[in-house]
């Protein structure tokens, strides 16, 4: 392993003791105190040391350290938590006055052209001399516990000897647990003006010698005083925390004066401070011209500090050095060492805890107790507090015991094991220093933060230091509290880091295996101090340089949050900006060129990390106003707004003291924050600085305007209604007139003169905050003038004062443009200015399509030119102006009819001769051509109650309407400028919120083109009446069923009167069973009961089903479909009337909107039971009505409002059916399977099948009803015996095509599992009854009841079978023939049963109430 490098806070400290004389003569030459002299000599080059097995250890640079005895007893007596406080703070307001300077000296460069500070940073290396030069012992270690004290005195002195007996004698006021296990040395300097001639001064070091020990020194300066010597550069000391001053030491007590003038002090005071006897004088200057402002040294930038000493004078204290360090400090660390270390081995030896077993097993007098805890001397008591610290006049300490024989006392965690390790990784004894330092850590008494700086990189430092710094916190609290360490572990943690940072190599520091950067930024913890901060920062250079950019941006960020706090900005936005560029990098990004290409995106786009660099801008731009350059500020703020990114919720949301973090009060937005900061911010600096504003350059990062959705919108366009809605009607438009002409619908798109035309600005606001936009306009321009950006004079552009757009608001804007001759007019751009503030000008053109037609276009993107909004105004032409003239909002109920009128007007310069209009698909509007056809004059006061109406039965939809100009205006032409009304009634079928969507098509003469205009007009539609049907079977054989129509009133307040009920079918002719209430009063039903029976008369119900079978048919096979229609259809109408007003359904109006109507109802249906056949082929395969079907027409009226209307519904399905299309679907499953390369087809060929299977066209079900009489009493003597009971079973074939073979089988069923009390029955005589049913057939058949016994009994134990067969021909049998219902059917001998292969099995209804006849006893009645 490579020898470590320690950090100089890890060197021996020695404590200098001067006398006043050394003192005098410094100062009188000009130079500071003698322990910085001496700091100036350190480190010392090539040093030797030996190790305990005598192996000889070069250091490269021996560092010592030097201080004055007096500054470490003012600072000793300090309590630890008060100093660290105020170390921190100390090292921060350094920071705060230096970081300024800082920032210019950051780019310099040196000789070679590289960056000063590329391997460091300047607030590192500072907090980094601040802690090297801590040199005040702690209780916790003994690094800064002196290791020598030399005591100093001249030959200038009146009495040399006495002066250095006096010092010798002098007691240190130092607390109990400080470690003076240390080498005593003499120095005797010898100026050049001593009144000592060199022979005496030789004379008295020997007697110093024989005195005190060999460890004695004569040093000779010359110190020239005129003129001074030059100065030399030195590098600068460390800085020290200055004490909390001389002025709070306790008064001195008075003293006696010695023989040589000196004050001599007795043993100390008692504890708890005894007081320093030397008196507090005044210090000499620190090191000439030494600048305590100028930044940390670095290796290439001269740090401003020298010494005036001659280079002699130099040699000499080099020589003296060299002496004291190598010749007496190191051998006597050595020899402490070797006695420590048998010491430490003779405690850790197996021997005396096996012995201690031995003799406790073996019968020992008494056991032996292990040896105590080892001290440093070898007589640890001590007499008295004087006998510790005071050394006699004869007290040699030129032997090792005699240096030893002074302990410490308790009350420190530095014992004698420690100084070992401490004093052996000094010396480079490395494996002695990690196995004591091992020991230490086992018996939890340190030596964690000094193991990673001796050992090999290996995961296990991590623990090392991690441990370290959880024992200086103690326990956390519980997640979630906020915690702080004391100021004290605050402290010591940022000298571990230092000490971490110093000693390991920086590879081996920054290698994946410690991650030493990790180490940093643990030790920070949370505690919010500049130095603290530093570390953060110093992490995050640290990860910088290798590459970890993600990792240094988040420490950098927390490391400028925590300066911010401290109010250190110019820091605190260096560190911010340096986040914010470390984010902006984009990571490494291994993808294919072809992704990019595909993506439409370029490699370099990278807009950064999103949720991060807004707020780091916000802080940014905050420092840089509070600073004073808004320009700055303004910018940031200004790039902030753009559109948020939404993120994951916030997992931990952050909470404070004072409720601004409750989650009971709404979040602000930040963008909401943004940009109050910039209004606030842009509005100080127009204040202040007028229009320094404008050449700033300063653009919105946003853009309101939607270039591709904005419009041009004529006076015959409509503003509201879906754009997809209108092109369906043109296209339908064209598709009908494509059958009668060649002429186009023009769309021209052009303007006319003194025309009004809008440009529709479509505007989004991105953010999440409402913003307004003022003077809101567009740039207009002529085509030819491309360079002019001005509007030209004959355009007028409106101006819109102040839009507001909310948070992520959509509104569409009309300007209004009007020009006054015909010209070529080119809209370019939007104009507006933001809050009133900055001006915006956004751009209205649309990048043109990619080109493709030469290889490099389609190698490489290139672009059409881009398309600009363009208008032609040209002359008044054909114009028509077309709008409603009650254009108020209107609420309408469901079915009602209104009646409106939308006014025309001949805007243009030719006449009108022929006008076309369209509806939407689902409006329901009759055109009132001269009010002959109107709904008022539909109902006859005798009219027939039934009728028949003849339907297209087809699904095509409605051609566009003609209006005759005659029939609304006086003449057949509508002039120019001349005015008319077109009248027509509205019915308002599906509720909700619609749009009625009129296209008037027009033209001038027969052969020209055809010219359009929109009008729409928005209503509301709320329902009025529930209206439901259901059906069941008749036992009647008047009806085959009863319908039931209920219609319940869902207004709130209103009755409502329902004047007439109308059914519609091709199959079934109803009829009313009972009278039902006219009028509904709110929140109420009304039930109406029809008799339904079947109805033959009319004509293309078996045409219609025909007509389906074939066409589903050829669908299935995969054969084209032809596009013929339905066949027509008849339908039978019956109505019920309350009066006999009859509204008849043949009139115009009435049957067009029922056609309307049902059309829209069959079209969503087949639409959703076949979304697999395209809705184009819908009108060829499928009618408008199921002949099975009855629809049910309901007219209402409100008589107090004079509003009246109708609801169409589509009532029940009746009769049986039996699969129809069964063939068919067999058919095109037995069919052989087409080979398709695409899977999908297949699916949607399935899909369909599966549908047309499913469909209404293919019902299938039981067509037999059976009706069992129920509730009859029957009387009998049962004294004459058991009674035979007669009972009737009626079967009904509800089938109007197809015959029925039913089988009754009756049973015995002795049980009785129900609940109802009812005896089983048991049937006599016959027990299996057959008959064939022809279609809308019934029959009753007989059985007998043996009852034993009086009583209730059910009419249930039976099953009916029932099998299907194909219809007869028509030759044998007429397909309107009736059936007798008394008789027995017989079929012809002719006749021959075929089966169609459809059985169903019937049995009594499980649940509900069941069937029975009484019988009664009359024979206890008699």
């Known amino acids: 392993m490579a020898q470590p490098n320690l950090p100089a806070s890890l060197s021996p400290h020695v404590c200098i003791l001067a006398s006043p004389d050394v003192q005098q003569v410094l100062e009188g030459a000009g130079l500071p105190p003698l322990s910085e002299i001496l700091q100036c000599f350190s480190p010392l080059p090539n040093v030797t040391t030996r190790t305990t097995s005598l192996t000889s250890v070069p250091h490269e640079l021996f560092f010592v350290r030097f201080s004055d005895v007096l500054d470490i007893e003012n600072a000793v007596h300090e309590d630890e938590e008060q100093r660290a406080g105020r170390m921190m703070d100390w090292m921060g307001s350094r920071i705060s006055q230096r970081c300024e300077r800082w920032m210019d000296t950051l780019d310099a460069v040196d000789d070679k052209g590289r960056k000063v500070w590329r391997n460091s940073t300047p607030w590192w290396e500072e907090v980094k001399r601040c802690v090297e030069g801590d040199h005040v012992p702690s209780s916790t270690e003994g690094w800064n516990h002196p290791v020598s004290l030399i005591l100093a005195v001249t030959t200038t002195a009146a009495n040399p000897l006495q002066a250095l007996q006096e010092l010798a004698s002098r007691a240190f006021d130092f607390p109990p647990w400080v470690d003076l296990t240390s080498l005593r040395y003499f120095l005797i300097i010898h100026p050049s003006n001593s009144p000592l001639a060199d022979p005496i001064a030789e004379a008295l070091i020997n007697a110093v010698k024989k005195q005190y020990g060999l460890h004695s020194y004569l040093l000779p300066l010359h110190l020239p005083t005129d003129p001074l010597p030059q100065p030399v550069s030195i590098q600068a000391l460390p800085p020290r925390l200055p004490t909390t001053s001389s002025l709070e030491s306790p008064l001195l007590t008075p003293q006696p004066t010695g023989p040589s003038g000196l004050g001599i002090s007795p043993a100390p005071t008692p504890p708890p401070h005894p007081a320093s006897p030397m008196p507090h004088e005044r210090r000499a200057p620190p090191l000439a011209h030494k600048s305590t402002e100028d930044p940390p040294p670095s290796p290439t930038l001269n740090t401003g500090a020298t010494l005036r000493l001659a280079s002699d004078d130099i040699q000499q204290i080099g020589a003296f050095m060299r002496e004291f360090v190598a010749r007496n400090l190191v051998p006597w660390m050595e020899k402490c060492v070797i006695e420590w270390n048998e010491n430490y081995s003779s405690s850790r030896r197996l021997p005396s805890r096996l012995f201690s077993s031995t003799r406790r097993l073996f019968g020992a007098a008494s056991a032996v107790s292990s040896p105590a805890t080892p001290t440093h001397g070898s007589s640890p008591s001590v007499s008295s507090v004087t006998s510790r610290f005071t050394h006699g006049a004869n007290n040699s300490v030129s032997s090792i015991t005699s240096v030893t024989s002074v302990s410490t006392m308790g009350g420190g965690n530095v014992n004698q094991q420690r100084r070992l390790a401490e004093f052996a990784t000094i010396l480079g004894d490395y494996k002695l220093a990690i196995s004591v330092w091992e020991t230490l850590r086992k018996e939890g008494r340190g030596g964690s933060d000094i193991l990673p700086l001796l050992s090999a990189p290996s995961p296990a430092l991590a623990l090392h230091a991690d441990h370290a710094l959880s024992t200086l916190r103690g326990p956390q609290p519980r997640q979630g509290v906020p915690f702080e360490a004391p100021a004290n572990a605050q402290y010591r943690a940022l000298v571990y880091a230092v000490r971490w940072e110093s000693g390991i190599n920086r590879p081996d520091f920054l290698s994946p295996t410690l991650e030493g950067e990790r180490w940093l930024v643990k030790a920070a913890s949370s505690a919010e101090e500049p130095p603290t901060a530093i570390l953060y920062a110093h992490a995050a250079f640290l990860s910088e340089s290798k590459r970890s950019r993600r990792r240094a941006a988040l420490w950098y960020l927390v490391a400028a949050e925590k300066l911010e706090k401290t109010g250190i900005k110019p820091l605190a936005m260096y560190f911010f900006r340096k986040a914010h560029e470390l984010y902006q990098v984009p990571p490494p990004k291994e993808l294919s060129p072809s992704f990019w290409e595909s993506e439409g995106r370029s490699p370099t786009q990278w807009e950064g990390f999103s949720a991060v660099l807004p707020a780091i801008e916000h802080e940014l731009g905050r420092l840089l106003y509070t600073t004073g350059d808004t320009a700055g500020a303004v910018k940031y703020f200004l790039a902030l707004l753009k559109p948020p990114v939404q993120h994951g919720p916030q997992l931990h949301p952050p909470y404070s003291a004072n ?29 202040t600085e007028g229009d320094a504003w404008k050449k700033l350059g300063l653009q919105l990062p946003i853009s309101f305007c939607q270039a591709k959705q904005t419009r041009v919108r004529f006076p015959g366009d409509a503003v509201e209604g879906d754009s997809a809605a209108w092109e369906k009607l043109e296209d339908d438009w064209a598709a009908f007139w494509s059958q009668h002409g060649k002429e186009k619908l023009g769309k021209s798109g052009k303007a006319a003169v003194n025309e009004t035309f809008w440009v ?20 207009v321009r002529e085509k030819s003038a491309e360079d002019t950006k001005e509007t030209p004079d004959f355009v007028e552009v409106e101006v819109v004062d102040d839009v507001v757009l909310g948070p992520r608001d959509t509104r569409t804007i009309p300007i209004a443009v009007q020009c006054k001759k015909p010209a070529a007019l080119v809209i370019t751009h939007a104009v507006y200015e933001f809050f009133s503030l900055l001006p915006a000008t956004e751009s209205l053109a649309v990048r043109g399509r990619r080109l493709n037609d030469t290889p490099q276009q389609r190698q490489n993107k290139v672009y059409a030119p881009d398309v600009l909004i363009r208008v032609e105004v040209e002359e008044a032409g054909q114009r028509l102006h077309v709008h409603f003239v009650d254009d108020r909002h209107m609420v309408l109920a469901q079915g009602e009819y209104k009646h409106q009128r939308v006014w025309l007007t001949n ?24 009010g002959s056809d109107s709904l008022e004059a539909s109902s006859s006061s005798s009219p027939p109650k039934t009728e028949i109406l003849r339907s297209t039965n087809s699904l095509a939809s409605r051609t566009p309407h003609r209006i005759p100009i005659d029939a609304i205006h006086s003449a057949p032409q509508l002039g120019p400028g001349e005015e008319t009304q077109v009248p027509f009634i509205l019915h308002a079928a599906h509720h909700g919120e619609q749009d009625l969507c009129m296209l008037f098509v027009f033209r001038e003469a027969p052969d020209a083109p055809f010219h359009s205009t929109r009008v729409t007009r928005r209503y509301e539609v709320k329902p009025i009446l529930n209206i439901s049907t259901s059906a069941r079977p008749s036992a009647s054989s008047d009806q085959a069923y009863i319908v039931n129509i209920e219609i319940e009133n869902v207004t709130g307040s209103t009755n409502v009167e329902v004047k007439q009920v109308s059914t519609l079918s091709a199959s079934w002719d109803c009829s009313p069973l009972h009278p039902s209430s006219s009028v509904i009063v709110p929140h109420q039903l009304a039930s109406l009961s029809l008799g339904a029976k079947s109805w033959h008369a009319g004509s293309g119900v078996s045409e219609t089903k025909e007509f389906v079978a074939r066409k589903l048919h050829a669908l299935l096979q995969g054969d084209p479909v032809d596009p013929s229609e339905p066949p027509p259809l008849d339908l039978t109408c019956t109505h019920i009337a309350s009066d006999s007003d009859i509204v008849p359904l043949h009139t115009p109006a009435t049957q067009h909107f029922i056609h309307c109507g049902r059309r829209t109802m069959t079209a969503q249906a087949t639409a959703a039971a076949h979304p697999d056949i395209p809705a184009r082929l819908h009108r060829a395969l499928f009618p408008l009505y199921n002949p099975s079907t009855i629809d049910v027409v309901v007219f209402w009226a409100l008589p107090a409002q004079k509003r009246a209307g109708h609801i169409l519904l589509q009532g029940p399905a009746l009769g049986a059916s039996h699969a129809p299309l069964r063939e068919v679907v067999q058919a095109a499953r037995g069919m052989k399977a087409k080979r398709s390369m695409y899977a999908q ?18 019902r299938e079900e039981d067509p037999v009803a059976v009706f069992v009489e129920d509730g009859e009493v029957v009387g009998h003597d049962f004294r004459q015996g058991p009674c035979r009971v007669p009972l009737s079973f009626t079967f009904r074939n509800l089938s109007l095509t197809h015959p029925a073979r039913v089988t009754l089988k009756l049973a015995e069923n002795a049980g009785n599992d129900r609940v109802d009390n009812l005896l089983p029955p048991s049937y006599a005589g016959r027990l299996v009854h057959r008959t064939v049913l022809e279609p809308s057939q019934s029959y009753t058949a007989h059985a007998k009841l043996w009852a034993t016994r009086p009583g209730c009994y059910a009419l249930d134990s039976w099953t009916v079978e029932t099998e299907v067969g194909e219809p007869p021909a028509p030759s044998q049998k007429s397909p309107g023939q009736p059936a007798e219902a008394d008789k027995t059917p017989q079929p012809t001998h002719t006749s021959v049963w075929r089966s169609r292969q459809l059985r169903y099995l019937q049995r009594p209804p499980a649940g509900g109430a069941r069937p029975f006849v009484t019988v009664v006893d009359t024979g206890r009645l008699g």
């Open 907 to 930: 805007s243009g310069t030719r006449p009108i001769s022929e006008l076309w209009v369209l509806t939407g698909e689902n409006d329901e509007v009759w055109i009132e051509a001269g």
């Open 659 to 687: 409720g601004a973090g409750s989650p009971l009060l709404p979040q602000p937005s930040r963008g909401k924050v943004y940009l109050e900061d910039f209004r606030v911010a842009f509005k100080h600096f127009k204040v």
């Open 760 to 779: 529709d600005l479509v505007l989004k606001n991105p953010l999440d905050v409402e913003v307004t936009l003022s003077g809101l306009t567009v740039s």
């Open 1241 to 1258: 087809t297949l699916r949607e060929r399935a899909a369909i099948l599966e549908a047309v299977e499913a469909c209404e066209w293919n």
